[in-house]
């Protein structure tokens, strides 16, 4: 439920309030604003009596929430929810764009491309350390020496960095070094993961499982924001079904859905979707067309001889294409892409 106080409730009602909820085992989230203060009760609706916070002083009004994922409702929290990754705002005006190999494959080769993508308009790094892949032979990832050279990517670039984490005893670790930790399709419900992301209090994303339903879904960001790690985002990349000549068949349906049902960022992923990088730039335009608030997109230099996931990538140039055209459309919705930040270098020497 979430109780609105009244606008002269004082801060011993405000307390009283949440010691009242928190004694009979729910969680609380207080929302201070300007105005008012509303607060989110989250718990087994049957171990508090919502006429009887009615009653509470400096109560307002007592709202009910009907959903079973509460803290990821539109009802619990109406606006559109903005998180700030190290300064880049996700779920926003702006569409966050996230770019990077599949997999981190070397030291040199992450930094070159993670300048490439970001000369090209992205503005958060991705590439995985840790890889789920079908086969237990192909290519598991790099581990720590692959999180290191992304942490220095970073460095190198100013950009935020997103990667995977499969394992709930290395949540630490990966969390040690990333902005934003990648929940992926094959650890939706994973739930023990879940429970150590949100206990982490690192920004999640969070990506819907290959057969998971929208409600699924929410319930799965519903497990991490119940820990009060509210920075989640959700990132649809497509489902299975039976049409064969994609990897997976992007939902785009799942965009307005998931943005009436909840107030999270949703991110389109079009690599993982379509499987192959000749579709990913309509499937990444119909997205923003959408209303994604933000992509994360496969990049790599020489897609034929990437370590995983080449048949998808984009090569940079055709990228940097695509977040021009991606651009057009944003602004045709009401949203933007900003421009790529112009080189420090190059920004130095500009007139004032
Ligand atoms: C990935 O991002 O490289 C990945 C494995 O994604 P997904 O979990 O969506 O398959
Ligand atoms: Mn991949």
Not at 42 to 61: A, Y
Not at 90 to 97: E, K, N, S, T
Not at 224 to 235: E, T
Request: with cysteine; proline share 5%; glycine share 10%.
């Amino acid at each position: 439920m979430i109780v609105v106080m009244k606008t002269s409730a004082t801060k011993e009602e405000v307390a009283a309030l949440m010691s009242r909820v928190e004694e009979v085992g729910c969680k609380v989230h207080p929302i201070i604003g300007e105005e008012r203060t509303v607060i989110g009760v989250i718990g087994d609706g049957t171990t508090i009596d919502r006429h009887q916070v009615g009653r509470m002083k400096g109560v307002e009004q007592v709202v009910p929430i009907s959903k079973p994922y509460k803290s990821a409702s539109r009802e619990y929290h109406p606006e559109d929810s903005v998180l700030n990754i190290n300064g880049v705002m996700v779920g926003g005006h702006d569409l966050a764009i996230m770019a990077g190999p599949c997999s981190v494959e070397g030291r040199t080769h992450m930094i070159e491309i993670a300048h490439a993508c970001k000369e090209a308009g992205a503005k958060i790094l991705r590439g995985g350390a840790y890889k789920p892949r079908t086969s237990p032979y192909s290519f598991q990832g790099l581990g720590e020496e692959g999180l290191r050279y992304l942490a220095e990517a970073r460095e190198e670039t100013g950009m935020p960095i997103v990667t995977e984490v499969m394992d709930p005893s290395l949540v630490p670790l990966v969390a040690d070094y990333a902005d934003i930790l990648q929940i992926g399709a094959r650890n939706m419900q994973n739930y023990a993961l879940l429970n150590a992301v949100g206990k982490s209090g690192k920004a999640a994303l969070l990506k819907r499982g290959m057969s998971g339903t929208i409600k699924e879904w929410l319930l799965a960001a519903e497990y991490i924001m119940s820990h009060g790690n509210h920075n989640v985002m959700l990132c649809e990349r497509g489902i299975r079904t039976f049409s064969q000549e994609t990897r997976n068949t992007f939902d785009l349906n799942a965009i307005p859905v998931a943005k009436q049902l909840s107030h999270l960022p949703v991110i389109a992923d079009p690599s993982h979707a379509t499987g192959k990088w000749e579709y990913v730039g309509a499937v990444a335009k119909g997205a923003v067309a959408a209303g994604a608030d933000g992509l994360i997109i496969e990049v790599h230099d020489e897609p034929d001889q990437a370590w995983s996931d080449g048949r998808q990538s984009l090569k940079p140039e055709r990228f940097a294409k695509l977040v021009t055209q991606m651009r057009a459309i944003a602004q045709a919705v009401g949203r933007d892409i900003p421009e790529a930040h112009m080189n420090e270098a190059i920004a130095d020497l500009a007139p004032a």
